[in-house]
């Protein structure tokens, strides 16, 4: 390990928000680590761990992470290098929640199609019971370019039911909820995306929540 240091009309990020309780919480694509540094802020009885494919926007975060507490440092944080298909051995049945918030790139390419090889890794490093939740944030005209790039399919209610979700069942995750989040929820998330994507009034943003079997 690279390490740097069912459908529901219900909110579901109010509802899972306690979902595990004490325990190890991975962020996969992690970018800046915001998310991870504000958590674990706020959470000192858990353990989290960002991960991303990309180190450099992990440098600073996680050097300002092994600081004295007193200059910002947390001890119940951790960051490391590695892409969804090849996540980290020693974190294998280790995680009990495990969060993709705005996935870009080769990831969002991954959850969106529910990559056999991505949903294997993620199984493999989820405890039993673990909380898998991914959020999707697309907007069809402003990337279109990316969904382009990407080959994405429209991400239709249709889509989720009959293609995407049970590819997540067949790989060992259980549905819990899935839907579109209002601007007024995942505005809500401590990560520089939600902040940078609120402005994307057309955006659809898609959650998705599972639990290992």
């Not at 928000?17 to 680590?33: C, K, L, R, W, Y």
């Not at 294998?92 to 090889?117: K, Q, Y």
């Not at 007024?184 to 994507?197: F, H, I, M, Q």
């Amino acid at each position: 390990m690279a390490v740097q240091s069912d459908n529901s009309t219900e909110k579901p990020l109010e509802n899972l928000s306690n979902h595990t309780g004490e325990g190890v919480v991975v962020d996969i694509g992690t970018g800046d680590g915001r998310f991870v540094y504000r958590s674990a802020q706020s959470n000192p009885r858990k353990f989290y761990i960002g991960i991303d494919a990309n180190a450099k926007p992990l440098e600073k975060i996680s050097m300002k992470a092994t600081r004295k507490p007193s200059k910002g440092g947390l001890p119940n944080v951790l960051f490391a290098q590695a892409a969804i298909e090849d996540l980290p051995a020693e974190l294998n049945a280790a995680a009990d929640e495990i969060h993709i918030h705005f996935p870009w790139g080769s990831l969002l390419r991954a959850v969106a199609l529910g990559d056999e090889n991505a949903l294997r890794s993620l199984r493999r490093i989820a405890a039993p019971e673990c909380l898998l939740e991914i959020i999707i944030g697309i907007d069809e005209e402003r990337d279109r370019t990316e969904i382009e790039r990407l080959d994405l399919p429209k991400l239709s209610e249709e889509y989720l039911q009959k293609t995407l979700i049970p590819k997540y069942e067949a790989a060992g995750f259980e549905t819990l909820k899935s839907g579109v989040l209002s601007s007024v929820e995942w505005s809500r998330l401590e990560t520089s995306w939600a902040r940078k994507l609120q402005s994307g009034a057309n955006r659809k943003v898609i959650y998705l929540a599972f639990q290992a079997g």
